[in-house]
């Protein structure tokens, strides 16, 4: 039996408000189940817009966007949010984490939101600060003294470390990650994304990745560029 | 409950402003719930400075006049009542008892009240208790005082003392009645009333220093000593007030009516109940401001908690996308924001609680002592939960404004956060 895509969108055109141009008019983008894409496009061409309308968080102005063959449109706002954190762990770019939760509570938080991942998480009988731990180990975080550290305190290659581990709990479908690298030195870059694409793979994740750095585009599998596939930018150029 | 316990973290987070916040509601709302304790123990202690009597006569003048004079020991009477007509009354037949009182002279800023024994028989106070001796007992000899209880402790004084009672009511009057001097028999328990500050003296007493008297002045010559005085007749001409207990309450109209029509001399009669639910009703103006004062000093606890909420929500706009990325709804932004409110309000008025009764412990001997004030502690009164009830009401409501703003922002930046 064909699985559904992962990511499946036709004919999507999308303005912040009305009056505000469109960012963005794309006719067709297919991502398969377990595939590693880098999105890349440059700054203010749409990057988080775009990952914004597949998390479900803004809901396109025309054209249909089908998440692991759920149309988004078609869940009112309380059920995106729960499809949100159900099937899609999310990396920012910067500034990650909640300041007043430990790293372990910042990385069970989406199990706060969701019960399918809080089950996945906990399945193997491990309670869920031992599931954080545990990912944070894969991530190389194991030390107990960076563990039990206020997040403000911890190296940004840290915090994003933190974040990828939040991101993977409870083995959501998708992991989106909107730039996390542009803020790490280039060792650090590689390290970080072996490990993410290590994690993905153990869970079979889907990844979509964004970033504007050419350099880290030649370790993925497929690239999208922005530009090419939205109509705006195209105008524009 | 998931969100709150968030909401918890984040305030123990900000924990110095919170504590600030906190503060600032805590001391609002101990001050509030203190004055609205003050106010019902003072309008209780009020209503129980005198009880069991039925009716309070004194020459024609005001109700709260009269009330005034014989009662707080406030003011002085325009006139004085005969004693034949208090004979008179004192005989009527539905007459249970009365208690003279004389009033005019002190010692040393408190009030003298020439009386006879049955003060110490009938008076009666607070819910129909009885005067009750610290130490000794009625006086019996014309030179003999019994003292309320903050009069001795405020001058110090015991058993078997004598004491020189000046003529006039000014703190420092000059003219004393020296060479007769009063011997202290007894001490009064606190009442909480204006008893405690009375010192009290046989009518004969009050008669026996005025020997050789006319119109508050003292003839020139004639010095009339303390035993010469006891020969002399020492019933008294003239009183200033009395007391009355009837043997049936349901009188009590009649006999006023009477004492009011009175033939031979204008005399009022009131019911003290009356006479001091009308004083009362005059202070509640101020009782009614300083409730306002006190609210208002709520409110701007409140206030402050919204303008602190209202200027760190634009810090937290990437807390809020992040938390709408893990799959918050933005409803639970409001709860998250509107909760902190709720949590400081609650929390504020816990400690506030706290410190209401810490005070009281502290303050209750003090105050007892000092203003005859017995603060009671007990639970908080219905219309003080329902005071507390508003507090935390107001917390709520005030806090949806930084929460809908949250709320609103969440919905405009979804995840996308350009700070
Ligand atoms: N919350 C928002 N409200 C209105 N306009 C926005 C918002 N977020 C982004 N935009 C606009 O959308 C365009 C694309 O921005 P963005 O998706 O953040 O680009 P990228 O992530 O590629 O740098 C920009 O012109 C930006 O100004
Ligand atoms: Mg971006």
Not at chain 2, 28 to 56: C, H, K, P, W
Not at chain 2, 119 to 137: D, E, P
Not at chain 2, 245 to 263: C, M
Not at chain 2, 342 to 368: C, D, T
């Amino acid at each position: 039996m064909p699985q559904t895509a992962a990511i499946q969108l036709s004919n999507l055109r999308f303005r912040w408000r009305q009056g505000l141009p469109e960012v963005l008019n794309i006719s067709e983008l297919e991502v398969a189940r377990g595939e590693r894409v880098f999105i890349r496009g440059a700054s203010g061409s749409g990057k988080s817009t775009l990952l914004a309308l597949l998390a479900g968080v803004n809901l396109p102005t025309n054209g249909e966007v089908n998440i692991l063959g759920q149309a988004i449109s078609q869940l009112n706002g309380s059920r995106r949010d729960h499809f949100r954190s159900d099937h899609i762990g999310f990396i920012f770019q910067l500034f990650n984490l909640i300041p007043y939760l430990s790293v372990l509570e910042n990385v069970a938080l989406p199990c706060r939101f969701s019960r399918s991942r809080r089950l996945n998480a906990t399945r193997s009988g491990n309670t869920l600060h031992d599931e954080a731990r545990r990912l944070l180990e894969h991530l190389g975080m194991a030390d107990d003294d960076l563990i039990h550290r206020p997040v403000t305190e911890l190296s940004v290659g840290q915090q994003q470390r933190v974040a990828t581990a939040r991101a993977l709990i409870g083995a959501p479908e998708i992991i989106i990650a909107d730039e996390p690298t542009s803020a790490l030195d280039s060792d650090m870059r590689q390290l970080f994304i072996r490990l993410l694409f290590q994690e993905c793979e153990r869970t079979g994740s889907t990844l979509l990745f964004a970033s504007h750095d050419k350099q880290l585009e030649s370790l993925f599998e497929r690239h999208i560029t922005l530009e090419k596939i939205n109509r705006i930018g195209q105008e524009l150029g | 409950m998931a969100i709150l316990s968030l909401a918890f973290k984040s305030l123990l987070n900000r924990r110095f402003t919170a504590s600030l916040i906190l503060l600032s509601i805590a001391l609002s709302v101990s001050l509030l719930l203190g004055v609205e304790r003050l106010r019902v123990e003072s309008r209780n202690s009020f209503a129980n400075t005198i009880s069991g009597t039925d009716l309070v006569v004194g020459a024609r003048s005001g109700a709260i006049n009269l009330l005034l004079y014989s009662v707080f020991r406030i003011g002085d009477a325009t006139n004085n009542i005969s004693w034949s007509s208090y004979r008179s009354i004192a005989d009527h037949p539905k007459v249970a008892w009365t208690i003279p009182l004389s009033l005019g002279d002190s010692h040393m800023g408190f009030r003298v009240l020439g009386t006879n024994r049955d003060y110490f028989l009938h008076y009666r106070y607070s819910s129909k208790r009885r005067l009750s001796f610290h130490a000794g007992g009625p006086f019996e000899q014309v030179y003999q005082t019994v003292l309320g209880y903050e009069a001795a402790k405020a001058l110090n004084y015991r058993i078997g003392q004598r004491i020189v009672i000046a003529h006039g009511t000014g703190k420092t009057s000059f003219t004393l009645h020296e060479d007769k001097p009063f011997e202290v028999v007894g001490i009064l328990n606190p009442t909480g009333t204006p008893v405690d500050r009375t010192v009290h003296v046989p009518l004969e007493g009050i008669e026996a220093i005025h020997q050789g008297w006319i119109a508050g002045r003292q003839l020139a010559g004639l010095q009339i000593s303390a035993e010469q005085a006891l020969e002399r007749d020492l019933t008294p001409k003239a009183l200033t007030a009395f007391l009355v207990g009837l043997k049936s309450k349901l009188a009590t109209f009649q006999v006023q009516r009477e004492i009011n029509d009175y033939r031979k001399e204008p005399l009022l009669a009131i019911l003290p109940g009356v006479a001091l639910q009308q004083l009362w009703d005059l202070m509640s103006v101020a009782e009614n401001a300083l409730l306002v004062v006190t609210a208002l000093v709520v409110t701007i606890g409140l206030v402050g908690m919204l303008t602190v909420m209202l200027a760190g929500l634009n810090e937290r706009r990437r807390e809020m996308a992040i938390l709408r990325s893990v799959g918050a709804r933005p409803r639970h932004i409001l709860l998250l924001v509107t909760g902190e409110s709720l949590l400081l309000s609650l929390v504020g008025i816990a400690i506030g609680l706290l410190l209401l009764y810490g005070g009281l412990l502290v303050a209750q001997p003090y105050v007892e002592s000092h203003f005859g004030l017995y603060l009671p502690i007990t639970l908080p009164a219905p219309r003080e939960w329902f005071m507390l009830g508003l507090v935390g009401t107001s917390g709520l409501l005030i806090g949806l404004i930084p929460g809908y703003r949250a709320y609103r922002y969440s919905l405009a930046d979804g995840m996308n956060i350009r700070i």
